[in-house]
């Protein structure tokens, strides 16, 4: 059974970083390409970020391009989203997911495990 557990959230002034985690229990964390999606009040949860298998690849929402940055260690089973410039429209909960395939997708029914979410506020 595979467990995402995300953590790092909090309340934080527009301009400021967070760094989210999302830690994943099993063997098969470097096989799988992991995503971060998010979702805010009476939203649609919304595509963040995407890494390959293997750390060498990554896309980005083009609402975050350039402020956020998905890095994975593959030798600690560990996910992370460094959160840079926020704004409050990035106020959301955040989701860690994990893949079914290798290579990375926008779509939220290539992810096959969720984690509970951790959430995110920004003022302004």
């Known amino acids: 059974q595979v467990q995402l557990v995300e953590s790092g959230g909090g309340l934080v002034q527009a301009g400021g970083s967070l760094r989210l985690s999302c830690a994943a229990s099993?063997?098969?964390?470097?096989?799988?390409?992991m995503g971060w999606f998010r979702q805010a009040p009476k939203k649609e949860r919304e595509f963040v970020a995407a890494?390959?298998?293997?750390?060498?690849?990554?896309i980005y929402a083009d609402s975050v391009k350039g402020r956020f940055t998905l890095t994975r260690d593959n030798a600690k089973n560990t996910l992370y989203l460094q959160m840079n410039s926020l704004k409050p429209e990035d106020t959301a909960v955040y989701y860690c997911?994990?893949?079914?395939?290798?290579?990375?997708?926008?779509?939220?029914?290539?992810?096959?495990?969720w984690g509970q979410g951790t959430q995110v506020t920004v003022s302004s």
């Open positions: 997911a994990r893949s079914g395939v290798r290579y990375y997708s926008d779509a939220k029914e290539s992810y096959a495990y």
């Open positions: 099993g063997r098969t964390f470097s096989s799988y390409a």
């Open positions: 890494i390959n298998w293997s750390g060498g690849s990554t």
